[in-house]
């Protein structure tokens, strides 16, 4: 038997909270690493340039790449699951609005902008995910 009222609006607050709070803190941790990653690149002159003769080490250039690549790579993952957490909140709403019971039931865990318990370890992310930096 297909869940139904209370129920399924259970199931949705879960989904919820994914969308909410599981998505977007690691959309915020990937961002924020790429930030990091982005950051390194203030250090390539003191690691880089050859003493006396000017310009930089032969590894400098693929260095850079492979540095660039992985702070895209990790920019690219966190638009990609913020991505996520904006389609799973449509389908919640989606969802909420075939069954108004269940909506009931879910604006009410919801009512007053609080969040639902939380499993141990589940933080919201302590804000919006930093900017995207892209090479």
Not at 45 to 73: H, K, M, P
Not at 121 to 126: C, D, K, M, R
């Amino acid at each position: 038997m297909a869940p139904s009222e209370w129920q399924f609006a259970a199931e949705l607050s879960e989904l919820r909270i994914i969308g909410k709070v599981d998505l977007p803190a690691m959309a915020y941790t990937f961002a924020a690493l790429n930030n990091s990653i982005n950051a390194t690149a203030a250090n390539d002159n003191a690691a880089f340039a050859l003493e006396g003769r000017g310009g930089y080490d032969q590894v400098c250039r693929d260095w850079s790449a492979l540095r660039n690549s992985l702070q895209n790579l990790f920019g690219g993952t966190s638009t990609n699951v913020q991505t996520a957490a904006d389609v799973m909140l449509q389908i919640v709403d989606a969802y909420a609005s075939t069954d108004e019971a269940a909506k009931q039931s879910l604006e009410s865990a919801w009512g007053n902008g609080k969040t639902p318990a939380l499993q141990q370890g589940e933080t919201p992310p302590p804000g919006p995910a930093p900017a995207i930096v892209t090479k």
